[in-house]
């Protein structure tokens, strides 16, 4: 009886097939493996368009703040006849044509480049004048307006979003009223960035 107990429980406690029982928790997990790689593979593409698109947008709109502060801080200063330094055709104001514009006006275009503090080779910058309303042509008579509109283009860091940034430009347009009654001043602008023109900077108040 002792044998035959201790036979039957040795058969009890035997292990079942083991291997078996490998070869498919194998094949699940590399199953499981293959089903991660798809999903990243999926999922890395549109990760990598968002984050360089937060870099991009983060880099662009940190521009377009300085373009449009500098424009309004450099047009505050020549509202009251601050024109800056003598305007250079080399560093650092780099002056791009703006051949018939006066004396101040060259200078209060360079003074916007510097307040704006980005590439000055790439920065455009047109000064004009307008009537008291915000319409019409005017001189840069006290109570007119002082009108600085810059521009510059816009580069792809990433070169991921560059179909999408290449060609394109930053726009600001100021206005200031003019408090000083002695300014002697002639409207002015420079060459605009390659495809781009000034047609956005008039004298109406609608533009922006």
């Not at 406690?13 to 990243?40: T, Y």
Request: some cysteine; overall charge positive.
């Amino acid at each position: 009886m002792v044998d035959g107990g201790v036979a039957a429980i040795a058969r009890r406690e035997r292990p079942g097939p083991i291997r078996p029982r490998l070869r498919a928790g194998g094949r699940r997990r590399r199953g499981e493996r293959g089903a991660a790689l798809i999903e990243l593979a999926i999922a890395l593409p549109i990760l990598i368009l968002l984050v360089f698109g937060l870099v991009e947008f983060g880099v662009t709109y940190n521009d377009y703040i300085s373009i449009r502060d500098g424009a309004r801080q450099a047009a505050r200063e020549g509202s009251v006849g601050n024109f800056g330094p003598a305007a250079t055709t080399g560093a650092p104001c780099h002056l791009a044509g703006a051949a018939t514009a006066s004396d101040n006006i060259k200078r209060l275009i360079c003074l916007t480049k510097a307040e704006i503090g980005l590439d000055s080779t790439k920065v455009r910058v047109k000064v004009l004048s307008g009537a008291p309303a915000f319409v019409g042509a005017g001189t840069f008579a006290k109570n007119d307006s002082l009108i600085v509109c810059a521009q510059y283009p816009v580069d792809a860091v990433t070169g991921v979003m560059g179909q999408f940034l290449d060609g394109r430009s930053l726009q600001s347009k100021t206005a200031f009223r003019i408090e000083k009654s002695d300014i002697v001043a002639t409207a002015g602008e420079e060459t605009p960035p390659s495809g781009r023109d000034w047609s956005w900077c008039t004298t109406s108040i609608d533009d922006s």
